[in-house]
């Protein structure tokens, strides 16, 4: 098979860098690139993309290889039906390596049409490094090499108005670009840099907040040769992504302007407050994901997928998404309940083998944030509780015992969390154990046992999952 470069596959000309990208890895290559591509294919947007590693090792060598070039498989469900694509990758320009050419890094800032910049650079990469220096080829930390980037944007441009960027980071932190920002005000005040510099950061540059949603196994290494085989070139930069594709930019209409995106066939929401679609994800999708894993497995599943489809487990997550996380959501009932049916056709994906032990992970951290909240608002809401969600609570409770049924349960967790569990699981009855745990304060932010009812709740869910299991337990509750 030819090699995948420009020459061989005949991809001519060579587009204007508009974004620079600090990241080359599978999740920006599936995201952000084809949505600029399509963009570009869409409304001609004529956009190319300039990739730096943000670490000393990374894959802008290989990107380089290929001339930027690489494959993008998504397969997935939509409205049922499963869908399968390919598209080649054509609009990186250049990647650069900052370890190894700090200069083509700078010259950068000197592109006469760049106006974005975007990152993923994992949640940890968006953090302030006190060592960092202005005179360092390069600074460590992200952050620190951005300020040295529009430094030099600014000195080259003389601090014209009309040179300051658009930047959008994709970290999945909240309040992602908040936070970039601030830190690149501590960089300017560490590195003791113009006032002239800060006000054109703060006048000129546009940070927004994000959130990007899109599952991206990456390189298919287990299937590679069934990838292979639909390509006439050798690639080495395969990505598959399912086909599910949201990402919500924080801004407003100057910036619709700057990106039309609701031109082209694409989910990109610009809105002037992201924080509702935060929560929708968090709430539903993440929820559902937080609150099936310590049932599920405890029932006997694996994966993700053999959960929403089983006879019992399946309606089980449906109901608790539809009937108790839903009414406790802000938003309008039927976008709410479109986003809730394309979250199932995603965990049905026939292409993504998501096993519930790989999501297991600080399940006690991750319930407080994803799936409490709604288990209150509903109570408050309703003046009742939830039942699906106390009796998952309940399973979250059992699964941190470490085994059940002679099996081993895939706990994976703080020691301390872990110790603590499993050292309260030595309590006489499961009233004590119900009544411990919810007054864990430093677990919930709140003693839990002032809930109306839920102790007593819990404590029978306990109860029944011990002596009947989760199904015939389940079904005792409904008649108790």
């Known amino acids: ?110 592109e006469p049409e760049l106006e974005f910049v975007i990152s993923n650079t994992t949640e940890a990469g968006i953090s302030f490094v006190e060592t960092d220096e202005f005179n360092m080829a390069p600074p460590s930390s992200f952050p620190a090499k951005l300020t040295r980037l529009l430094f030099e944007r600014f000195t080259h441009f003389n601090g014209a108005s009309d040179r300051g960027l658009t930047i959008i980071p994709c970290e999945l932190i909240n309040y992602n670009s908040d936070t970039l920002k601030q830190i690149i005000l501590d960089y300017i005040s560490l590195w003791n840099l113009s006032k002239e510099f800060k006000y054109w950061i703060l006048d000129s540059c546009t940070f927004h907040n994000t959130l990007v949603d899109r599952i991206v196994p990456g390189y298919p290494r287990d299937q590679i040769e069934a990838y292979n085989k639909q390509l006439k070139y050798q690639d080495n930069l395969i990505v598959s992504a399912e086909t599910f594709f949201l990402w919500v ?34 709430r539903i999708l993440n929820g559902a994901h937080t609150a099936m894993v310590p049932f599920s497995l405890l ?58 032990a790989s999501i297991a992970l600080n399940s006690n951290s991750k319930f407080k944030v994803r799936v409490l909240p709604s288990l209150l608002m509903y109570h408050q809401i309703k003046g009742k509780l939830p039942t699906k969600m106390v009796f998952a609570f309940a399973c979250l409770i059992r699964f941190y015992k470490g085994n059940y049924n002679g099996n081993v349960m895939p706990v994976n967790d703080d020691n301390d969390v872990v110790s603590e569990m499993a050292l309260l699981w030595k309590l006489c009855s499961m009233n004590e154990i119900a009544t411990k745990v919810l007054g864990k304060t430093q677990y919930w932010g709140q003693d839990l046992n002032e809930i109306e009812g839920l102790t007593n709740a819990i404590t029978t869910s306990l109860e029944l999952i011990e002596e009947y299991g989760i199904e015939k337990g389940f079904l005792k509750l409904g008649q108790s």
């Open 1 to 110: 098979m030819q090699e995948l470069n420009r020459n061989n596959i005949e991809v001519s000309g060579v587009l204007p860098i508009k974004i620079v990208q600090f990241g080359e890895g599978n999740f920006l290559r599936a995201f952000v690139e084809y949505a600029f591509q399509t963009l570009n294919n869409e409304v001609g947007f004529n956009a190319g993309i300039a990739v730096v590693q943000p670490i000393d090792n990374g894959m802008v060598s290989m990107l380089n290889d290929q001339d930027g070039l690489y494959t993008l498989f998504t397969k997935g469900l939509e409205n049922g039906v499963a869908v399968e694509k390919k598209e080649l990758i054509t609009n990186i320009v250049t990647g650069i390596n900052p370890y190894l050419n700090f200069n083509d890094f700078l010259n950068l800032a000197r």
């Open 249 to 282: 930019i924080e801004g407003d209409e100057a910036l619709k302007k700057k990106l039309p995106f609701h031109k082209t066939s694409l989910d990109v929401k610009i809105v002037n407050a992201m924080q509702p679609f935060r929560t929708r994800k968090v």
């Open 299 to 356: 029932y006997g599943n694996e994966t993700v997928k053999e959960t929403v489809e089983e006879d019992f487990t399946g309606p089980f997550i449906r109901s608790l998404v539809f009937d108790e996380v839903i009414p406790t959501l802000e938003m309008e009932k039927e976008e709410l309940n479109e986003f809730a049916n394309a979250v199932f056709d995603r965990f049905r994906n026939p292409f993504i083998k998501h096993q519930l």
